[in-house]
């Protein structure tokens, strides 16, 4: 049985809470909702605070409600959380009935369409780029596996202009700039005495 194998199970990553699936994308779209307050056309009408602060909860509560019924559909269906079905499921149930509440039928509609794309847009998309992300958080914040050196909390990507120095490297940097520096007062006094 595959489940009996211990490599098996190492190769399988951690299951994420529901409550990170839920919690960090609801907050995210709260945050996402306050910055298209501040370049709403309302925002003149109503004042920036007000603008900002009704975006945001209606981001906060549409990402929540849309994570939640995605995650009931992930339970019910008993499929993993990266199933693009759940996403598709979930963004036509809570943009019905959102949209009713808002606009009627016709909004029902509108909405469960709207939030169906979205939402499986923005699934698919987080599941492509989880990956990537996951690799330039190594290479910024090291492995933790113990096979790369951690020099510290932080360090720089290898692909960056910007280098951290070691003592040695230091030192050799600074006996070549104080060569360089003589180098040119010799050559100042040179053009001096030419002159």
Request: aromatic letters at 8%; charged letters at 20%.
């Amino acid at each position: 049985m595959a489940s009996d194998d211990p490599k098996a199970v190492e190769a399988e990553p951690p299951p994420s809470s529901w409550k990170e699936r839920i919690v960090f994308p609801t907050l995210l779209a709260g945050i996402l909702g306050g910055g298209a307050g501040l370049v709403s056309k309302h925002r003149k009408v109503v004042g920036l605070p007000t603008s900002c602060a009704t975006y945001a909860t209606n981001f906060a509560i549409v990402t929540a409600c849309y994570c939640g019924a995605r995650e009931y559909v992930g339970v019910t269906r008993k499929t993993g959380p990266d199933d693009l079905v759940n996403s598709a499921i979930a963004g036509f149930g809570t943009g019905a009935i959102l949209g009713r509440l808002q606009g009627g039928r016709i909004g029902a509609v509108r909405y469960s369409i709207i939030f169906t794309l979205v939402g499986t847009t923005v699934d698919y998309a987080t599941i492509r780029l989880r990956p990537v992300l996951k690799s330039y958080k190594e290479s910024m914040l090291g492995s933790n596996n113990g096979s790369q050196k951690n020099d510290g909390w932080l360090k720089m990507p290898d692909w960056s202009p910007i280098k951290v120095l070691d003592e040695e490297a230091l030192a050799a940097k600074q006996a070549r700039e104080q060569k360089m520096y003589a180098q040119r007062a010799a050559l100042g006094n040179l053009s001096k005495k030419e002159s």
